[in-house]
């Protein structure tokens, strides 16, 4: 014990840096993490430091200043330093958590608010409650059989797609019905629609359009060929914790019920412009509400930006090229509004042209397959010349992330692939297909992201 207090007495003291600021006076040498009084200039300070990887210590002195202080601190939100915001929560001397202000997609930059008294803050990332299993290495998604000559692999992506892409609208606007639904369907590419379904708020001087097309966003619903996405009840952030699990909370619950059978797993995205006070951490309600954090990462195609056409053709050819997740949204779509009609569609023919190359898809279904993907792994089973049963073992949490996976298999050159016959354990058969122009023969076929054995034959 006493040795562990003198070295971390030690590190406190002096092994990490210690700094006064008051003002704008900023410095980089809490690894990134930046701690001032906003828009401030009298006679209070700030002494910051920073005792371990993810926890500053913020102490006040307020001097002779009578009046309650802000206190904005900036996190990194990329590079080595990053902190995960999401699990970020500021606690007092006592350890009670304090309620922080942050923008609705700026969840790193915080606002504490603080009594004018000599007090010690700690800003801190807690430790999610469900820990992330060990996560199977990358190599271990592909397996290469000797006996049998044949290997086989987790696809990158859904149909062994080289890029995947989705197609973003935020705030339930009458153009994504009258507009962006009808255009989607035109080309058969799935959207993500960031829905606001509140009723009349009386905080907020927003009209709800959600509510009044409600039966078309019904219709829509049960057709199921757009995903929705929560952009919370009224687009307009949260005073206190109870008002922000409302937000977040009854807007799943709305998105839920118009789709009974499918998985709880939504987007979220809180919204630009909002502010949101709460003394818990982003995870508390992602996870309450079985959501992910879909507001980063994302290029706006509000045509105000300038040249959208163009720039999303060499964002796509970027993704394609990375083989990664491609992610663009839009506000109102046609005359007078952030897209005109004529950009919009320039973007829908864009991904037609490289249609062979992508999985257009809905955010969430997108998330799920990487999240599958990411705790999945493939081990065999046993083998000899004329057969391979191996078997999948997918960790995450099955009634959730229901998105099939790709399985791809490699024939040997003395395989024909019409002899070839993949069977799942109930030595039920699957259909394949062969991916045109592979060569040695390529097999595709989905299944369940469930633990499960697989058999390949050569009849
Ligand atoms: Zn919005």
């Not at 190599?139 to 080289?162: K, M, T, Y």
């Not at 065999?380 to 229901?402: G, M, Q, R, T």
């Amino acid at each position: 014990m006493y040795r562990v207090s003198v070295l971390t007495c030690l590190l406190i003291g002096f092994g990490l840096p210690n700094f006064a600021v008051s003002g704008e006076s900023l410095s980089d040498n809490l690894a990134g993490v930046k701690v001032r009084l906003d828009k401030y200039d009298g006679p209070a300070t700030v002494h910051s430091q920073r005792i371990d990887r993810y926890k500053v210590r913020i102490d006040v002195d307020p001097k002779t200043e009578s009046k309650e202080l802000a206190i904005r601190i900036e996190l990194p939100n990329t590079g080595p330093n990053v902190w995960p915001a999401a699990d970020v929560e500021v606690i007092d001397s006592k350890g009670r958590a304090l309620p922080v202000r942050r923008n609705g997609i700026e969840w790193h930059n915080l606002l504490l608010t603080v009594p004018a008294v000599q007090s010690t803050y700690v800003v801190h990332v807690v430790e999610p409650p469900n820990l992330q299993p060990q996560l199977p290495a990358e190599n271990e998604r592909h397996i290469a059989d000797p006996v049998s000559g044949l290997s086989s692999a987790i696809a990158n992506w859904h149909d062994g797609q080289q890029a995947a892409i989705s197609i973003r609208f935020d705030d339930s606007h009458e153009t994504h019905l009258s507009k962006a639904i009808p255009l989607l369907r035109e080309y058969g590419f799935r959207g993500t629609f960031m829905i606001n379904p509140g009723e009349h708020d009386p905080n907020s001087r927003r009209r709800f359009p959600f509510q009044e097309h409600r039966t078309e966003w019904q219709a829509c619903a049960k057709r199921n060929d757009q995903e929705f996405a929560n952009h919370t009840m009224h687009h307009r952030g949260a005073l206190n914790d109870a008002d922000m699990e409302y937000q977040i909370g009854a807007a799943s619950k709305i998105i839920w019920d118009l789709f009974p059978s499918q998985s709880k797993l939504l987007a979220l995205n809180l919204g630009g412009g909002t502010q949101w006070l709460t003394t818990k951490t982003l995870r508390h309600y992602l996870d309450k509400y079985y959501l992910f954090d879909a507001s980063s990462g994302s290029m706006g195609m509000d045509d105000v930006y300038g040249n959208r056409p163009s720039a999303f053709r060499q964002h796509l050819q970027r993704h394609i090229k990375n083989a990664g997740w491609c992610r663009i949204h839009y506000h109102s779509i046609g005359k007078n509004c952030s897209s005109s009609e004529t950009n919009f569609r320039k973007v829908l023919e864009t991904i037609k042209e490289h249609k062979s190359q992508l999985w257009i898809a809905g955010m969430a279904d997108i998330y799920k397959y990487q999240t599958e993907r990411k705790h999945s792994k493939l081990t065999i089973v046993n083998s000899d010349p004329h057969h391979l049963s191996f078997k999948l073992l997918c960790l995450s949490d099955a009634e959730l992330y229901n998105q099939p996976l790709t399985l791809e298999v490699t024939l040997p050159k003395s395989w024909p692939p019409k002899r070839v016959l993949v069977k799942n354990s109930q030595n039920k058969a699957i259909t394949t297909r062969i991916v045109q122009g592979s060569n040695p023969t390529l097999l595709r076929f989905e299944v369940d992201p469930l633990e499960a054995t697989y058999n390949i034959q050569l009849e």
